[in-house]
């Protein structure tokens, strides 16, 4: 997320009366079996040098077998407020791949200056979730190859300000309508996807600008929707009339590996790229897809986030409007933003399939999807978050049952459709006993089927019209869901809630129990200032009730231990608002990242290295707001030990995006947006741009800042974190 983005992630538009959370429920009776073994939130973790006892050098052999870490292996780095990438004694980061890099022999290098074109064949902007595909030394897809791969990574958006992103412009470009189209066009190009090869020496990694397997997805690449809402009347373009094409994929956020292979991603703040003018809600008097419009942000009237419709008549800028303009929707651009929202499916190893948008998994500010790990037998589950305030948490339960053999299947997107096309979605409904309910959102459930709240006509309309369906059946409104993770060795599901600054003493609830002031500086903060982590134990994985408790609060080291900091954060660990979150396959050890403006007055964002518990290890605690009382359920105390920060990163950016090899001994991760308070006025004056990373780190041509991917080593070859 961007500073532009913090806008649409500050989108407010659940106005339901949904429950914060089921408050009929007595807290005192049922959280003795939760609860086991647990004295309130004060049990300390156990301090000590041991590692993964036994074999810290088998890797891969402890994140779901062998012997459990039981303690992080290096030193917590400071906050740091420098202008560089910081990273623990004994461990070296290397930036290896930045926005504007050559993606096809023959590009030129990238001058930095705004004067680069040809971006569909060079790295994108603002690099988000990541995932790593192995290769052989053949070039082939390898699972334990670990000096080759590729980077199938999001990039999802770039720096601006006033319409414009300025950093990719000579002299930052047009910040106001109409937007020029060779300025659109860049903008349109350094959106989406890319995948890049990346080959180590033994000694250095580099990417692999010749590969015949990078590329590149734009904001324009067709790509083909799937799922209940293929053929939908409500997915009709002038392009696609029969509602099965559509064109790219926008504001990519989180990732996710599936069982079978492949690459998800999440589009999450689509609905700011598009316009419609103050008299569309009239044009559309009968329209139901008026309310549906609102509850997902875009009122008519409100200006798009980079004017992309103003910049001519060709249909690659008439799309972003989307209002009735014309007779019908076969005609103009009425549904295009329908088109976004979804989880996009891509397999990494071979460019010539187009992606496939997955309807099935519903439409939202999608983050990241992380799948269940999969049972012979039993069906795909895959959990997922819709970040804005007040927004839900969902899981995918398929049809199908997972045949182990489609761990290697002929072709990956033929498996994709097997498993996510078909399926049931539920919304997360969170009890005040620590307990919870998946809510179904599909036609087999009266509340949606009978709804007076939206028309629902088929689970077509509850894939478009996703919100709508989990306001209908009362879903619990969250702290701006996040990434997820799924626990290599318990399955418990965590979420990052990043903060809510709405979230007041009035609605404060047992899963979002804090609301409370923060200064930076002489500026007040308010709300959920800093974040949590919750984590769910579904009863089983396609189950419909779970347990809950909150893995950590978000804090800062001095805060008030009885109303924020809930967790005993320290200066080796206190942090503000999580955003990544991800579990190594090879360790178990679990990566938070953070994506903060609260805490940014002392530190830049961060990362990370938890090893946490399990839902019920640590206690019930009481919040107090005034009168009112919350009782909420908060893990075991992390320590040091348990919780300690490994990374911090230049300035003005976000860290996210995390993968490694198979063995553990190289982890990747993205600085996204470094620098992205700098004016645009200053777009030519290097000395008042906020960061010049990476170029002050010795990376590429220019000073402009740039998001850039970085390779973390330890230097004796050992496995990270440990
Ligand atoms: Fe792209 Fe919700 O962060
Ligand atoms: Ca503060
Ligand atoms: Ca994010």
């Not at 009122?299 to 303009?325: C, F, I, M, P, T």
């Not at 230049?650 to 992205?676: L, S, V, Y």
Request: hydrophobic fraction near 35%; charged fraction near 20%; glycine fraction near 12%.
């Amino acid at each position: 997320m961007s500073r532009a983005a913090d806008f649409f992630n500050e989108e407010d538009s659940n106005h339901t009366a949904n429950p914060q959370f089921d408050q009929v429920l007595d807290t005192r009776l049922s959280r003795r079996g939760l609860l086991r073994g647990a004295a309130g939130a004060a049990g300390a973790g156990v301090l000590g040098a041991s590692t993964l006892s036994g074999c810290a050098t088998a890797g891969g052999a402890s994140g779901t077998t062998g012997p459990a870490l039981t303690s992080l292996g290096f030193k917590p780095v400071a906050k740091s407020l420098a202008d560089k990438v910081v990273v623990p004694e004994g461990y070296t980061a290397q930036i290896i791949y930045a926005l504007g890099d050559p993606l096809a022999a023959g590009v030129p290098a990238f001058k930095n200056d705004g004067t680069d074109t040809a971006f569909e064949q060079r790295a994108g902007d603002h690099h988000d979730g990541m995932e790593w595909f192995g290769l052989d030394a053949s070039g082939k897809p390898s699972n334990s190859f670990n000096s080759r791969g590729l980077l199938a990574m999001n990039h999802e958006a770039t720096t601006d300000e006033k319409l414009s992103s300025f950093f990719i412009h000579a002299n930052g470009g047009t910040a106001s309508l109409p937007r020029p189209a060779a300025e659109v066009d860049k903008e349109l190009a350094i959106h989406g996807l890319s995948v890049v090869e990346v080959m180590s020496n033994g000694k250095q990694w580099t990417t692999q600008s010749g590969s015949a397997f990078n590329r590149r997805v734009t904001s324009m690449t067709p790509a083909t929707l799937h799922g209940p809402a293929r053929g939908s009347e409500h997915l009709v373009t002038k392009f696609s009339t029969d509602a099965t094409l559509c064109r790219g994929t926008l504001n990519n956020c989180g990732t996710g590996k599936t069982p079978w292979g492949s690459f998800v991603s999440g589009e999450e703040n689509w609905y700011g790229y598009f316009f419609r003018d103050a008299q569309d809600d009239d044009r559309r008097k009968k329209d139901k897809q008026v309310q549906a419009l609102k509850r997902y942000g875009r009122k008519a009237g409100e200006a798009s986030r980079h004017g992309w419709e103003s910049a001519g008549a060709q249909d690659q800028y008439v799309r972003w409007n989307n209002g009735a303009l014309a007779a019908s929707a076969k005609d103009d651009y009425r549904n295009e933003m329908n088109t976004f929202g979804y989880v996009v499916e891509m397999d990494p190893y071979d460019k010539s399939q187009p992606v496939r948008k997955r309807t099935g998994l519903g439409r939202f500010a999608h983050e990241s999807v992380a799948f269940a790990k999969p049972v012979a037998g039993q069906p795909i589950v895959a959990y997922m978050g819709d970040d804005a305030r007040g927004e839900y948490i969902y899981k995918f339960v398929s049809d199908a049952k997972w045949d182990p053999k489609d761990a290697s299947p002929a072709n990956r997107l033929a498996a994709g459709d097997k498993y996510l096309d078909k399926g049931t979605l539920f919304a997360a409904r969170f009890k005040g006993d620590g307990s919870g309910e998946w809510m179904e959102l599909s036609m087999n459930n009266p509340v949606i089927a009978g709804s007076s709240y939206f028309e629902f006509k088929s689970n077509a309309d509850v894939a478009i019209f996703t919100r709508l369906a989990a306001d209908a059946v009362g879903a619990t409104k969250m702290d701006r869901p996040e990434w997820n993770g799924v626990h290599p060795r318990t399955g418990e599901v965590y979420f990052t809630l990043t903060n809510n600054s709405n979230r007041s003493a009035a609605t404060a609830d047992a899963v979002n129990p804090r609301a409370y002031a923060d200064m930076k500086g002489s500026k007040e903060q308010k709300g959920n200032v800093n974040g949590h982590i919750v984590r769910l134990a579904d009863a089983s994985p396609a189950g419909s009730s779970f347990k809950w408790d909150i893995y950590v609060f978000g804090a800062e080291a001095g805060a008030d231990k009885s109303a924020v900091n809930l967790s005993n954060l320290t200066d080796d660990n206190d942090m503000s608002a999580p955003d990544g979150l991800v579990f190594s396959p090879a360790t178990g050890v679990c990566w938070i990242q953070t994506d903060d403006g609260a805490f940014t007055d002392k530190t830049n964002c961060m990362m990370l290295a938890a090893i946490p518990g399990k839902v019920g290890d640590g206690g019930a605690r009481t919040v107090k707001h005034g009168d009112k009382q919350v009782t909420t359920y908060v893990g075991k105390t992390p320590t040091p030990a348990t919780l300690a920060r490994f990374l911090v990163g230049p300035k003005g950016c976000e860290i996210t995006g995390w993968c490694e090899t198979p063995d553990g001994r190289a982890m990747f991760i993205n600085i996204q947006h470094p620098g992205e308070s700098t004016a645009m006025a200053d777009v030519n004056d290097p000395a008042k741009y906020q960061s010049q990373w990476p170029a002050n780190a010795g990376y590429g041509a220019g000073k402009r800042p740039r998001s850039a991917t970085i390779v973390i080593t330890k230097n004796d070859g050992g496995i990270l974190g440990t």
